[in-house]
């Protein structure tokens, strides 16, 4: 199932279907959010073939920035 995330400065959209993008990825849903979460790094799921990467690799560098889950990892992590 293809999804496309576009980041604005209004904030990140969602989308089902394929679209113009800076890089294509294949990932396991649970790689993605180690990603998301900064809990994996960029560079070793590609090393591993973890995340498969079609276009731009840098970009998946800023993918978790799209997103606010560090900051709900730390407080959880803090509140256990």
């Known amino acids: 199932r293809a999804l496309r995330v576009?980041?604005?400065r209004r904030g990140t959209r969602v989308e089902t279907g394929a679209g113009p993008a800076d890089v294509?990825?294949?990932?396991?849903?649970?790689v993605l959010l180690g990603?998301?979460?900064?809990q994996l790094d960029?560079?070793?799921?590609?090393?591993?073939?973890?995340?498969q990467v079609e276009g731009?690799?840098?970009?998946?560098?800023?993918l978790p920035a799209l997103?606010?889950?560090?900051d709900v990892m730390t407080?959880?992590?803090e509140a256990g």
Do not use: C, Q, Y
């Not at 294509?24 to 649970?30: D, E, H, T, V």
């Not at 997103?67 to 560090?70: I, K, M, P, Q, Y």
């Open 67 to 70: 997103f606010d889950l560090r």
């Open 6 to 8: 576009v980041g604005t």
């Open 24 to 30: 294509s990825l294949r990932i396991a849903p649970l």
């Open 42 to 51: 960029p560079a070793e799921t590609i090393e591993s073939g973890a995340v």
């Open 56 to 62: 731009d690799a840098e970009a998946l560098r800023d």
């Open 35 to 38: 990603l998301l979460t900064g």
């Open 75 to 77: 407080r959880h992590a």
